[in-house]
Each structure stands twice: as structure tokens, then as C-alpha cells.
């Protein structure tokens, strides 16, 4: 199972947490990952963490904004967003991915249902 939790609604400039709890997998071997999704859109990758050497993977749009961290609470992840955008207003999942690696994904995946990021300007 995957939960997401810590979306909402934040101004243009400003921070934003997401917090994704897993639970009920041998979670050592699974990458954990955020992803987004605009109206209309693909879903794409945000920032993902390793599982075996915790290494970091993050898009392009968001490097030197967004930092993906294990939190202090067991098969937690964190997504820190700073300097929040316009266009980072998306629905943001989070992923339990099979591949144990970066973002990569595979028909080993868990899902969370997804939490609405909303910036206003």
C-alpha cells in the first residue's frame, strides 16, 4: 500500500511537503519516486530515490528546487518542494517501482491514488 499525504494549495514562491508511506513489500528492494500529472498530460517522473544506494534521480524542471529524502519514520519518502511554479500545479503520485533504480518503471509497481498540488500565482 502506498499513501500520499501533504498536498494542497501554496503560492507561487513558496514550499509544499508531500510525505509517501509504504507499507506491506520487502521495501529495501523497491525505488520510491514521485511523479506528476498535468490535465491532458503523461504522467511523468519527478524525483525518485534508489533503493539500494539511495542515490537521486530529478527532472530537469525541478533540480535545485525539489529534494527527495527518506524520512525519519520507517518506508517514508519526502518530497520537499521549494520556489513552487505555476506549472508544478499537477496531481503528484507516488511510486513503490519494482526496479529498485532511479525512476524506472515496471509492471512491479505500487501506486499511491495521487494528491492535488495546486500553486496560485
Known amino acids: 500500500q502506498v499513501v500520499e499525504s501533504g498536498g494542497g494549495l501554496v503560492q507561487a514562491g513558496g514550499s509544499l511537503s508531500l510525505s509517501c508511506a509504504a507499507s506491506?513489500?520487502?521495501?529495501?528492494?523497491?525505488?520510491i519516486g514521485w511523479f506528476r500529472q498535468h490535465p491532458g498530460k503523461k504522467r511523468e517522473a519527478v524525483a525518485c530515490i534508489s533503493s539500494s544506494d539511495g542515490s537521486t534521480f530529478y527532472a530537469d524542471s525541478v533540480k535545485g528546487r525539489f529534494t527527495i529524502s527518506r524520512g525519519n519514520v520507517e518506508n517514508t519518502v519526502i518530497l520537499q518542494m521549494n520556489s513552487v511554479k505555476a506549472d508544478d500545479t499537477a496531481v503528484y503520485y507516488c511510486?513503490?517501482?519494482?526496479?529498485?533504480?532511479?525512476?524506472?518503471?515496471?509492471?512491479?509497481?505500487?501506486w499511491g491514488q495521487g494528491t492535488q498540488v495546486t500553486v496560485s500565482s
Open positions: 506491506g513489500y520487502a521495501l529495501q528492494y523497491y525505488a
Open positions: 511510486g513503490a517501482l519494482g526496479s529498485g533504480v532511479g525512476c524506472s518503471e515496471s509492471p512491479h509497481d505500487y
